[in-house]
């Protein structure tokens, strides 16, 4: 715990330099999971360890954050498919960074499907402060925290990792979530089966109770589509190149 604390310490360091870096060159940045789960949701900081930086920035500027973030030692571990495909089609670059430190630039928060039909432009418009060492940053207000932790429980690794699993509980319980809003991206964003997914996986995993407000969300019914894409990450199919199947289905016109 304390090897991991450490960790965390040297990586909020180094957060509040580049977030100022990323501020004196325009740059929009909502501070992701780590930091921002830590801060809000639970009891005592020292309960949510990381082992990076994960930073949400708007398509047209992730080149220049990406160059930012060059100029303070972090580079890609690789490389761009092809030019724009990280605007257009990418979920994150990966960066490392002086003494192993590594920095997740996001341009949205899934690689896959469901990171196409989320609208960002509403992710951007809803953040919250966030005080980091004196340091005052953006993350995402609790409603969009409570989806992007059951979108990183259910999609980010298979089978779950119980730390993700632990957030998607921490925040139903513990912020101030809008449920009827949550409702209602989950309907646009086609996000039912994940919610449903994640919630029903907190349950089983840690057993903690569903927030009685949930439940309507529980409700909606998820589309063929919604659960066809969602296996493509929770089985066998994964590993079978079902989540870049998915991802040409969902690219409009294609």
């Known amino acids: 715990q304390r090897e991991a604390m450490l960790?965390?310490?040297?990586?909020?360091?180094?957060?509040?330099?580049?977030?100022?870096?990323?501020?004196?060159?325009?740059?929009?940045?909502i501070l992701l999971k780590g930091s921002a789960l830590a801060h809000t949701v639970y009891p005592d900081a020292s309960w949510r360890p990381f082992a990076d930086l994960d930073f949400l920035v708007r398509g047209k500027d992730f080149q220049l954050a990406t160059e930012v973030l060059a100029d303070m030692g972090f580079h890609r571990?690789?490389?761009?498919?092809r030019a724009r495909?990280?605007?257009?089609?990418?979920?994150?670059?990966e960066l490392n960074g002086p003494g192993g430190l590594m920095v997740d630039l996001h341009r949205?928060?899934?690689v896959g499907p469901f990171g196409l039909w989320i609208d960002l432009d509403e992710l951007f418009s809803g953040t919250a402060s966030l005080d980091v060492g004196g340091c005052s940053l953006r993350r995402l207000d609790?409603?969009?925290l409570f989806l992007h932790a059951c979108i990183h429980a259910s999609l980010g690794w298979w089978p779950p990792l119980l730390m993700p699993v632990r957030d998607v509980a921490q925040v139903a319980?513990?912020?101030e979530v809008d449920w009827d809003l949550v409702a209602e991206r989950t309907r646009r964003w086609r996000l039912a089966a994940v919610v449903r997914h994640a919630l029903e996986t907190a349950s089983r995993a840690l057993g903690a109770a569903i927030p009685d407000e949930a439940k309507s969300v529980l409700a909606i019914e998820p589309r063929r589509k919604e659960r066809r894409a969602l296996n493509a990450y929770i089985t066998d199919r994964r590993g079978r190149g079902?989540?870049?199947?998915?991802?040409?289905?969902?690219?409009?016109g294609l």
């Open 142 to 144: 609790d409603t969009s």
């Open 242 to 252: 079902g989540t870049a199947t998915s991802t040409i289905r969902a690219i409009p």
């Open 77 to 81: 571990s690789l490389p761009e498919p």
């Open 108 to 110: 949205t928060l899934v």
């Open 173 to 175: 319980t513990s912020a």
């Open 7 to 29: 960790q965390v310490l040297a990586l909020e360091r180094h957060l509040v330099t580049l977030s100022e870096a990323l501020e004196k060159a325009r740059v929009q940045m």
């Open 85 to 93: 495909f990280d605007v257009r089609f990418g979920k994150a670059a």
